[in-house]
């Protein structure tokens, strides 16, 4: 039977339970610092060796793999955290089995619909989209065990590999300037990507059973499918943004808002990254005391909002040369777009304590609702800040939506808090 959120019970004393949580909490962070340095360190190799058009291809490339990274992990990971976070590790090995199996059977799939698109479309894009599709599926697995390790609550294991990935990218990198080419540096991030995901195996001592992914879908298809469509709203919005954005002003403008994500590389990349640890810890907090998830919401929420802050007013003091140093010919037009993006990072930051809240509470239609309302809102406020004033519009365009978004959220949360009370109720009734 298929254990659900908020149905178990623990009796760890409450010390130890909250030195268990800070551990847990304490790998995510750091394996959120390896995955934002290797993110960060390929974003800032690819704009300072190809220019701004060049890095403008990588950054729509970036973006399609978000896409589908998307697709992956709402139809296989995200319900393995929801649901086999914390259970006996004999339900744990047949699931993750089952779920990276389901997250290399997308890859595949995908990255031959992405191989052929490549090569039919040629020029300086297709190339590096007919890479992409070669390495989908090394990426996607990767990305597999990190999600599969969180759930047992085995961070370390999850920096681990995200160390692997990193270490191996550095020679790739090395490789792919020389070449100098898109598609060379699409290569060398999939490929270091795919050495980790084969350390994961070894890792865990799992084998993904892609021949269960339908059996997997099946089994999830009431979280699975709601998860996929809310999960490819995030990164379809962001998508479209991006070919928009290239079509209104030029390509070379989202190589501009790449490179100034780029500057908010850690909270970007925890943002991306965030239910590997919130929401399996949220279904815990759930299970062991559920009148505290509000709380721990709003405490994760305030946490990363305030810390965007904070690190968007460093980066105004940040000297010129060391920016230039940075990002190369990015910098100049990447550094007026730092106050917006910070406001709209802190506005994302905010909401995702509330749709943690809402995954853990297992919330799929009222998550899907207010995801798609926040994509509908940051579509039209990056496009239309677009055509209203170009670059910098499209970023105070999505720093409102962001903030329309997490105010969604949070109503959500809310109603979805009190129709759980009575089934908490239940739970502690002897």
């Not at 744990?92 to 779920?99: K, Y």
């Not at 990276?100 to 031959?112: C, D, F, P």
């Not at 403008?253 to 909270?267: C, I, M, Q, S, T």
């Not at 917006?340 to 943690?356: D, E, H, K, N, R």
Request: charged content about 10%; aromatic content about 8%; hydrophobic content about 55%.
């Amino acid at each position: 039977m298929t254990p659900v959120a908020g149905t178990e019970r623990t009796t760890t004393a409450p010390g130890g339970a909250r030195r268990a949580v800070l551990g847990r909490l304490s790998w995510g962070l750091a394996d959120q610092a390896a995955s934002s340095v290797s993110n960060f360190a390929v974003g800032i190799y690819v704009a300072r060796s190809l220019g701004l058009a060049a890095f403008g291809v990588f950054s729509l490339a970036w973006v399609t793999y978000g896409v589908v990274l998307s697709v992956s992990r709402g139809l296989a990971t995200d319900p393995l955290v929801v649901r086999f976070s914390g259970v006996p590790e004999a339900a744990w090995r047949t699931a993750v089995a089952r779920s990276s199996g389901t997250s290399l059977a997308v890859g595949t799939a995908i990255g031959a619909a992405c191989l052929a698109a490549g090569l039919a479309l040629g020029g300086g894009m297709g190339p590096a989209f007919a890479c992409l599709g070669v390495m989908l599926p090394g990426l996607l697995a990767q990305d597999a065990w990190r999600y599969a390790f969180f759930a047992a609550g085995a961070g370390r294991k999850a920096f681990v590999n995200d160390l692997v990935w990193g270490v191996a990218l550095v020679p790739a990198l090395v490789v792919a300037a020389r070449v100098d080419t898109v598609a060379a540096f699409v290569l060398a991030w999939g490929g270091s990507a795919a050495v980790a995901a084969v350390y994961g195996c070894f890792q865990c001592g799992i084998r993904p059973r892609v021949g269960e992914a339908r059996l997997w879908l099946r089994e999830q298809r009431d979280l699975g499918y709601r998860y996929l469509v809310e999960n490819v709203g995030v990164s379809g919005a962001s998508q479209l943004r991006a070919y928009g954005l290239g079509a209104i002003v030029g390509v070379s403008a989202v190589g501009v808002v790449r490179g100034a994500e780029l500057l908010l590389g850690p909270f970007m990349a925890v943002l991306m990254g965030l239910s590997l640890v919130t929401v399996a810890e949220a279904a815990r907090v759930l299970r062991r005391a559920p009148d505290r998830l509000r709380g721990f919401c709003l405490l994760l929420g305030g946490g990363q909002a305030v810390a965007a802050l904070l690190w968007g007013a460093a980066l105004l003091l940040l000297p010129q040369r060391i920016g230039e140093l940075a990002l190369g010919a990015v910098w100049s037009s990447a550094s007026a777009l730092i106050v917006p993006i910070t406001f709209g990072v802190a506005g994302a930051g905010l909401g995702t304590g509330a749709a943690a809240g809402l995954r853990a509470l297992a919330a799929a239609r009222r998550s899907l609702r207010c995801q798609l309302f926040a994509s509908t809102c940051y579509v039209i406020g990056g496009l239309g800040g677009a055509a209203v004033a170009g670059t910098v519009g499209s970023a105070w365009g999505v720093a409102a939506a962001t903030a329309c978004g997490s105010v969604v959220w949070w109503l959500h949360l809310h109603r979805a808090l009190r129709e759980h009370r009575p089934s908490i109720r239940e739970v502690r009734t002897p």
